[in-house]
């Protein structure tokens, strides 16, 4: 297993992840999940697919993204 972390690596390869996903998230399924990294970053993956690619971001990068959701920055995909 490599000890490089790496954007879309197998999120199993993040074995200090402590992963968590929101409360509003529904019982089918249907959720992404967070992991706070050691070296500052976020990872995200699919709970769906546990095993799956993790995209890394930034705590900047995810400060905007969740400023822009609370913001109503992407209600259009809802609609």
Do not use: I
Request: aromatic share 8%; charged share 20%.
């Amino acid at each position: 297993m490599s000890s490089v972390v790496h954007n879309g690596m197998s999120a199993a390869q993040l074995p200090e992840a402590s992963w968590r996903k929101s409360a509003r998230s529904g019982a089918l399924g249907n959720c992404v999940e967070v992991s706070a990294l050691d070296g500052g970053d976020v990872a995200v993956r699919n709970s769906r697919f546990p095993d799956g690619p993790a995209l890394l971001y930034t705590r900047a990068e995810m400060a905007a993204f969740v400023a822009g959701a609370k913001d109503g920055e992407f209600d259009d995909f809802l609609a």
